[in-house]
């Protein structure tokens, strides 16, 4: 089925640096979706992408979606003991329409104060 | 947007029992989604569940197993039967990119 390759898996940084993380599929997608899970929470939608080289911001998290529709990435700026969290990136599949999605695995973001 | 409520929020079963989870969306929805995410691991979908049709199971996920209701378009159940130590897990509901909080399922 319809993979999402996320790296790194984890990142340990300092506070106040600048993260960056992927997602690369062998498939085309025509959304990308950025989630940040909590312990003990559901993910919670970062940003959505939805047109290929699309450069989309919210607050210090920058997200863009590839320009081959098999990429995206997900930068934060400046980070903050609060940014810690797991990040998805995830996509609907072909089959699915807009909204059946596949997640990728996940990178666990730790920073330290 | 939409939110999303589900409860329990978190659980601890006795094997060979079996637990239902709501989920309550604020807005009408057409297509609901159940996912199950495994301790360290990623989101893996379970079903689709359709209003006045049955729940679109993927690979590996049965209908005995994972029985769900859709009686409505803001409402849905999954229900974890059955249950072993290996059904640990969160399970999650969602509806467009949107998930409820979660529900956190120990089984002894």
């Known amino acids: 089925g319809q993979q999402l390759n996320q790296s790194p898996q984890s990142m340990f940084i300092q506070e106040g640096e600048d993260v960056s993380m992927n997602c690369t599929s062998s498939s085309i997608f025509n959304t990308w979706l950025w989630y940040k899970q909590e312990p003990g929470e559901g993910p919670v939608l970062l940003i959505a992408?939805?047109?290929?080289?699309e450069l989309t911001s919210n607050g210090r998290l920058t997200a863009q979606f590839g320009i081959t529709r098999k990429d995206s990435f997900l930068n934060i700026s400046a980070s903050i003991p609060s940014d810690v969290g797991i990040y998805f990136c995830?996509?609907?599949?072909?089959?699915?329409?807009?909204?059946?999605?596949?997640f990728g695995k996940g990178t666990k973001l730790t920073v330290n104060p | 947007s939409a939110v999303i409520s589900q409860k329990p929020s978190r659980d601890i079963c006795q094997r060979g029992t079996s637990l239902t989870i709501q989920c309550q969306v604020d807005?009408?929805?057409?297509?609901m989604f159940w996912y199950r995410q495994q301790p360290g691991q990623s989101l893996t979908l379970i079903a689709t569940?359709?209003?006045?049709?049955?729940?679109?199971?993927e690979s590996g996920f049965v209908i005995d197993k994972f029985p769900i209701s859709r009686p409505n378009l803001t409402f849905s159940t999954l229900t974890v039967s059955n249950m072993s130590p290996e059904d640990s897990s969160i399970y999650l509901c969602?509806?467009?990119?949107?998930f409820g909080q979660g529900t956190r399922l120990t089984v002894v």
């Open positions: 569940a359709n209003q006045g049709s049955e729940a679109t199971y």
């Open positions: 807005s009408q929805v057409t297509m």
């Open positions: 995830a996509g609907p599949t072909p089959q699915g329409g807009s909204e059946k999605l596949v």
């Open positions: 992408l939805y047109k290929a080289g």
């Open positions: 969602s509806a467009g990119a949107f």
